[in-house]
């Protein structure tokens, strides 16, 4: 399971910050609000619940909403880029504005089914792909929860319906089939699975303690940046023919773009802030330091 586990998560690492670097002013924020709300001020407690810890991503997506709001409505993007505009702006979408108040869907709405054989075997393969990232997130998710592993005729029942939720998404006409939601069982851990998958892969990880939840948390995060920037800073250049950093100082240019477009750099910078300031003065031996 360790490199289905890890592989599940790996999967959305170019999503990660070519994603933010659409609008950085925007997307860095809330990069930087959901871990410290997430990690530095977990705990943080309303009525004995971590209110902070536990709902760190809603809280951050209503922040930096209102935050992009409030530049949108100050004419910050006015004169900028169509491209920026689309990723920055919050009356863009137009996801509001379209969408009908009521909308019910039912079988077979788009008309009568249609079969052909090629469809079905290229279905076949998918169902398979969708199967095996299943399991790993079944197994994922157990895993964050300290739950037991999920038994053979669990992983089945789980499968099963899905399958059966993919059968209803057909008959309504649905564009896209059902799925484990890999992302929200990264949540589940803040990304914990990331690291709980990745961790396994290397010895020097042998030291450490890796039922603790914040060296899962430090080293899942530096995973998904390491491979994650990186990819933003190579698909910048190639899109643009130049790098991220583009001022009139050019040994700041290739500073900046030399430094986070090399993935072991951007893993060095990211581990050793975390793990020197997330709860490290009591964690030494958790840490490995011993």
Request: hydrophobic content about 45%; overall charge positive; some cysteine.
């Amino acid at each position: 399971m360790v490199p289905v586990v890890a592989l599940v998560g790996f999967g959305l690492f170019d999503r990660g910050f070519p994603v933010v670097g659409r609008c950085v002013e925007i997307g860095l924020p809330m990069l930087i609000l959901f871990v410290a709300l997430s990690q530095y001020f977990k705990w943080i407690y309303t009525r004995h619940i971590p209110v902070l810890e536990r709902f760190a991503l809603l809280i951050s997506i209503a922040f930096v909403w209102v935050y992009a709001h409030i530049l949108t409505a100050g004419g910050e993007y006015k004169n900028r880029p169509l491209h920026t505009q689309i990723n920055c702006r919050t009356d863009r979408a137009n996801l509001i504005s379209s969408a009908p108040w009521i909308k019910i869907p039912y079988p077979l709405q788009w008309g009568p089914p249609t079969f052909n054989a090629g469809h079905c075997f290229g279905m076949m393969a998918a169902v398979v792909v969708s199967m095996v990232e299943s399991t790993g997130a079944f197994k994922a998710a157990a895993r964050l929860a300290s739950a037991t592993t999920p038994p053979v005729p669990v992983l089945s029942r789980g499968i099963g319906c899905q399958g059966l939720s993919i059968l209803l998404d057909g008959l309504c006409g649905s564009l896209t089939g059902s799925s484990v939601s890999v992302e929200n069982v990264e949540l589940l851990g803040s990304t914990g699975v990331v690291g709980g998958g990745g961790t396994l892969l290397f010895s020097y990880l042998q030291f450490t303690n890796m039922n603790s939840m914040r060296n899962l948390f430090i080293v899942g995060v530096s995973l998904f940046l390491v491979l994650s920037v990186p990819e933003y800073f190579d698909r910048y250049t190639i899109g643009a023919q130049h790098g991220p950093a583009h001022t009139k100082a050019g040994w700041f240019n290739d500073w900046i773009n030399t430094t986070f477009a090399s993935p072991p750099t951007v893993a060095l910078i990211v581990a050793v802030i975390l793990d020197n300031s997330l709860e490290f003065r009591e964690a030494g031996r958790d840490r490995g330091m011993h």
